[in-house]
């Protein structure tokens, strides 16, 4: 129970400072572009960051109050993990963490996709 609770916490912590820091730039982009308001922010968050896109959006939507970014929309999208076997070259959907070839049954696979974290574009007024 208690370990469960810190994880949970360590979790909302994790995403928060992601958050700010996501914030952070996009602020310090607009105004160096000279915008007067951020419309729309397109993020990219990878399935093995361990990001939770509603707890960003949450986040987001409390920490960009008051600022120019304050009713921009925020558009997630999660990037599943994709792999590429180093030994036949076939890429695939990983699934459920398993790091083998559905192909061969190699386990030496590349991660192609899935660690991302970007902002992908941000569209300003």
């Known amino acids: 129970m208690w370990k469960e609770k810190n994880q949970n916490r360590k ?3 994790h ?5 700010e820091e996501i914030l952070r ?3 310090e982009e607009a105004n ?9 922010i397109k993020l990219k ?4 960051t361990n990001i939770v896109p509603e707890c960003v959006s949450f986040y987001f939507n409390i920490l960009s109050k008051g600022s120019i970014a304050g009713n921009a929309k925020l558009d997630i999208e ?18 459920d963490f398993a790091f083998v070839c559905p192909e061969c049954m190699s ?7 899935g660690r991302e974290l970007t902002i992908d574009f941000m569209e300003v007024q």
């Not at 160096?32 to 729309?40: D, L, N, S």
């Not at 386990?107 to 996709?113: N, Q, T, Y």
């Open 32 to 40: 160096r572009a000279g915008a007067k308001r951020i419309i729309k």
């Open 78 to 95: 999660k990037i599943p993990i994709r792999g590429k076997c180093k030994n036949c070259r076939r890429e695939f959907f990983v699934e």
């Open 25 to 27: 730039i996009c602020l």
């Open 107 to 113: 386990r030496e696979v590349e991660m192609i996709s």
């Open 45 to 48: 968050i990878g399935e093995i």
């Open 15 to 19: 995403e928060l400072s992601i958050t």
């Open 11 to 13: 979790g909302k912590i």
